[in-house]
DNA sequence: GTCTATAATCCGATAGAC
DNA sequence: GTCTATCGGATTATAGAC
């Protein structure tokens, strides 16, 4: 549970410092005008440099975007693990949904860019370090969610489950923010967004019909309209 | 609460048939290949004309995809809305759900197209009438609340607020699932969003904590890290 | 209302000189 | 390691004949 430091997470890798300048400008590049503002040409452009000198670094476009998706995946994995250094499972599980809020507010193309089709990047799949890089955040997410199970805080359930259904609901109000769906400013969602998990922890339904709950399949409330 | 005809809510207009063989074209075509995969050339192709007859009918490239957006709307209202014919709160609200979910297994292009950022779609902004077809349904899931809350199967409170944590859950399950996210297949998935619903309905959280929860402020539990 | 032809841009990537 | 020049392709959209 001390992962203090990232090393054992991440590959190291030597960058020329040509290389190391170029990834900078595709992380701005990217960051400032999305998917369809980056092109191999601008980016030279925005180096100061002609297009085909990229191709000395790179192997094409498509290297370049995944080290972009490597960066950001790097940078997220930093800003949640950085919530290890709270002392209790509940401040170590709620420091994560504030750093994972602090990123996704402050880097929301990166956010956008993690959560896009591979073949949309021009990729036929994920890189292994990257879904190596994944697999480490899930990961991350279920030991907060059962070590709050076993301090009581949790229901007592698969974590999977659980995981999931939180995971579900914190990325969906993400897409709707950043979609401009909620009429609310940063400051605001950042309110809405803990309040909105609030609601999740303590639920939705009446106490009531809570207990009324128990005794029903899903199939019984998915009954198909007639 | 009697709209069992869709006429108070959509905009009547008439087409030339030629302009509705390309309004189905377009669809199709956008249905299989996304958004990048549509061209007007393609398109045309596709009809069995040559692009330049297309602006005889529409104006450009971005006048057609918005007539395909239209589309998609029209077809999640006529989904939402045979939810209406449920004799309770409770049973509209879970056939509204369940209409929610074959809608976006059943078209989950439409579903993307609808939550596309307008300027990627090469629009400066939403269309009028398509931006009332977003507000009737949101006012759609509010109704659907609202009576729950009346029936007592929903805590009472904002039902703004309850919505947008309902609408935020679904909406991430299905962006989780339509990534390939999520490691089940579509009938696992309608089993799995139904059971995070209910999860959500009566809360992750031990009922012992949810008590302690209310005592507490968000900005408590919001402590930034050390 | 549809066609051919074409303008005007963009793109990724490569060859070969330096 | 970077350059110029260029290939080969894509796209939206328009002009003008029929």
Redesign the pocket.
Known sequence: MQLTSDERLFTVFTM????ERILNCACDLYLEHGLD????????KEI?????????????????LADVLREAYRTFSRYLYAALGAPSPLERFSAAGEQYLNFVIEHPRWYGMMHTAPEHL?MDEIPADIEALQMATHQFWLDRVRECMEAGILREMDPEESSITMWAHAHGMVQLFHQGLLPVNEEEFRRLFRESGMRLMSGVATPEFGEEMKTMTTEAIAQPIA
């Open positions: 020329t410092d040509q290389r503002g980056f092109s191999m040409r601008k980016l030279a100061g440099v002609t297009a085909p000198a990229i191709y000395r670094h790179y192997d094409g476009r498509e290297a370049v021009g």
